[in-house]
């Protein structure tokens, strides 16, 4: 049984920065792709960050250059470092893997609250 378990979320002024973690219960972390999602109240999910197991990384055109997406394959674990954090970055946010050779990410967390105030 997959599971993940985000952390690292909470409220902070806009401007500031966090950190999301994301700890995979899998056998072989380098067969999935990881992904970073989000959800605001009111709008569909979109993908924010993704990376597969090489390190290669593609982002959404509303946080390039202030979010930062990697993983720690011997900890099974990945990370979404937001910076220059804006008050339209508030949503929830879950991170899937997607295993190689699938086309969809058929593993999700809990969901992580992430709010930037003005």
């Known amino acids: 049984q997959v599971q993940l378990v985000e952390s690292g979320g909470g409220l902070v002024h806009a401007g500031g920065s966090l950190r999301l973690s994301c700890a995979a219960s899998?056998?072989?972390?380098?067969?999935?792709?990881m992904g970073w999602f989000r959800q605001a109240p009111g709008k569909e999910r979109e993908l924010v960050a993704r990376?597969?197991?090489?390190?290669?990384?593609n982002y959404a055109d509303s946080v390039k250059g202030r979010f930062t997406i990697s993983r720690d394959n011997t900890k099974n674990t990945g990370y979404l470092q937001m910076n220059s954090l804006k008050p339209e970055d508030t949503a929830v946010y879950y991170c899937?893997?997607?295993?190689?050779?699938?086309?969809?990410?058929?593993?999700w967390g809990q969901g992580i609250q992430v709010t930037v105030s003005s």
């Open positions: 899937a893997l997607r295993q190689v050779g699938t086309s969809s990410y058929g593993y």
């Open positions: 899998v056998r072989i972390f380098t067969n999935y792709r």
């Open positions: 990376i597969n197991s090489g390190g290669s990384t």
